[in-house]
């Protein structure tokens, strides 16, 4: 897979293909975009999604199911008022569940159930290169996880979810945030 990367209010992927896919939108990618999938709906993630939106009007927004309310609600999950960007509700065009498989066509991405950070936070696993997008359940710095102390977090979801994901055969990782 070619992956872009872009740093915002958190670190953005932009997976270059046929279709070219973005994991999380915290920054304003100004590059094409077909399909943006969301590891969860905290502002930090969330807040360029219209921008991009605009200027790819047929893209497609993928988030988990347990996160889709909030997306469309901009519920307290979302810690909307801690943005310094306006944010607006948005309803999924696909909602995403635990083992999901979505395939492109030059590349799929496992969804992996990776609740601890917020309760419906997912990860993407290619599992032919072994590359995740973790978003906030583990960083790439001396294994420093997400935040469990914001609305719907939990330490013991975050052990079991990092615990999930070292099973996992990863070659890179891509945090939500590269410290």
């Known amino acids: 897979m070619k992956v872009k990367a872009f740093h915002g209010m958190s670190s953005c992927y932009l997976i270059q293909g046929k279709k070219n896919v973005l994991i999380d939108a915290g920054a304003d990618v100004h590059d094409k975009v077909d399909v943006i999938i969301l590891t969860h ?101 001396n294994g420093v996880f997400g935040r469990t102390d914001l609305p719907s977090s939990s330490d013991e979801d975050m052990v079991k979810s990092i615990n999930k994901l070292k099973a996992l055969k990863i070659k890179k990782l891509y945090p939500g945030h590269d410290y």
């Open 41 to 141: 709906s905290h502002f930090d993630h969330i807040a360029y999604l219209h921008h991009i939106l605009q200027r790819n009007k047929t893209c497609k927004v993928y988030i988990s199911e347990k996160e889709a309310y909030d997306l469309e609600h901009l519920s307290e999950k979302t810690m909307y008022r801690w943005s310094p960007i306006q944010l607006k509700p948005l309803k999924a065009d696909k909602k995403l569940n635990d083992n999901d498989l979505i395939k492109f066509t030059d590349f799929a991405l496992r969804v992996i159930a990776s609740p601890g950070h917020t309760d419906g936070s997912i990860s993407l696993y290619n599992e032919k290169t072994g590359e995740l997008f973790s978003g906030d359940t583990v960083f790439n710095f």
